[in-house]
């Protein structure tokens, strides 16, 4: 009897397989990458006309500082950090900002204010980001290389792979969906003795901030 069934069941297997159908199964979906969105109240930073008799002949001459809210909007949760690119990299000033500031200001904090008719360098600025709060709470900036080294800094936006984040403890970025606060400027004009003022001479500082996820 156990041969007899076993016979019977192998034909049972043959004819449902004649009757088999296939149907195909898609798995679909996508993985979207966190976007962010990187706005300033004000992206043009007016310094209105200056008096050439109000600057020095043998120093540099900084002005008030200037600054403008800015805000940094994420999709989720994401560790950024923002960089800039000099687009009048060529008219900047070597060594000008170590200078003129007590704390040591490399060039690569420092970004061209343009040149005279004349082809005379006019002065440079720095950028920092200031009073930053990210998800209701204060953040602090935070400097990194590229290569995964962070230290705390003072905000300040640099070139060359220089990233600046935020921290809160931790020194690493922060993951954040919104953070706020102000984009400051420091200008600074070079001695007039090295300057030629028979033409108007127009600050014309220009640059590219980006963001960099993390």
């Given at each position: 009897?156990?041969?007899?069934?076993?016979?019977?069941?192998?034909?049972?297997?043959?004819?449902?397989?004649?009757?088999?159908?296939?149907?195909?199964?898609?798995?679909?979906?996508?993985?979207?990458?966190?976007?962010?969105?990187?706005?300033?109240?004000?992206?043009?930073?007016?310094?209105?006309?200056?008096?050439?008799?109000?600057?020095?002949?043998?120093?540099?001459?900084?002005?008030?500082?200037?600054?403008?809210?800015?805000?940094?909007?994420?999709?989720?949760?994401?560790?950024?950090?923002?960089?800039?690119?000099?687009?009048?990299?060529?008219?900047?000033?070597?060594?000008?900002?170590?200078?003129?500031?007590?704390?040591?200001?490399?060039?690569?904090?420092?970004?061209?204010?343009?040149?005279?008719?004349?082809?005379?360098?006019?002065?440079?600025?720095?950028?920092?980001?200031?009073?930053?709060?990210?998800?209701g709470r204060p953040v602090l900036p935070l400097y990194g290389d590229g290569q995964g080294r962070?230290?705390?800094?003072?905000?300040?936006?640099?070139?060359?792979?220089?990233?600046?984040?935020?921290?809160?403890?931790?020194?690493?970025?922060?993951?954040?969906?919104?953070?706020?606060?102000?984009?400051?400027?420091?200008?600074?004009?070079?001695?007039?003795?090295?300057l030629n003022f028979k033409d108007v001479a127009r600050l014309d500082g220009l640059a590219t901030?980006?963001?960099?996820?993390?």
């Amino acid at each position: 009897m156990k041969k007899i069934v076993a016979v019977m069941t192998g034909i049972f297997l043959v004819v449902a397989g004649f009757n088999a159908q296939a149907i195909d199964v898609r798995v679909k979906g996508f993985i979207v990458p966190a976007s962010c969105s990187f706005t300033l109240v004000n992206a043009v930073i007016d310094y209105g006309t200056i008096d050439p008799q109000l600057l020095s002949a043998t120093n540099y001459t900084t002005l008030e500082a200037k600054s403008t809210p800015y805000n940094i909007k994420c999709s989720s949760g994401t560790q950024l950090a923002v960089t800039a690119v000099d687009n009048r990299a060529a008219s900047k000033i070597p060594d000008m900002m170590r200078r003129q500031f007590d704390h040591p200001v490399t060039d690569r904090f420092n970004f061209g204010l343009g040149l005279t008719a004349a082809n005379q360098k006019i002065g440079g600025y720095i950028m920092q980001l200031l009073n930053s709060t990210a998800d209701g709470r204060p953040v602090l900036p935070l400097y990194g290389d590229g290569q995964g080294r962070w230290v705390g800094g003072e905000g300040a936006l640099g070139q060359g792979g220089h990233l600046t984040s935020w921290y809160s403890g931790t020194m690493a970025p922060v993951r954040l969906t919104v953070i706020s606060g102000d984009l400051q400027f420091q200008a600074v004009i070079n001695k007039t003795s090295e300057l030629n003022f028979k033409d108007v001479a127009r600050l014309d500082g220009l640059a590219t901030l980006e963001l960099r996820y993390l």
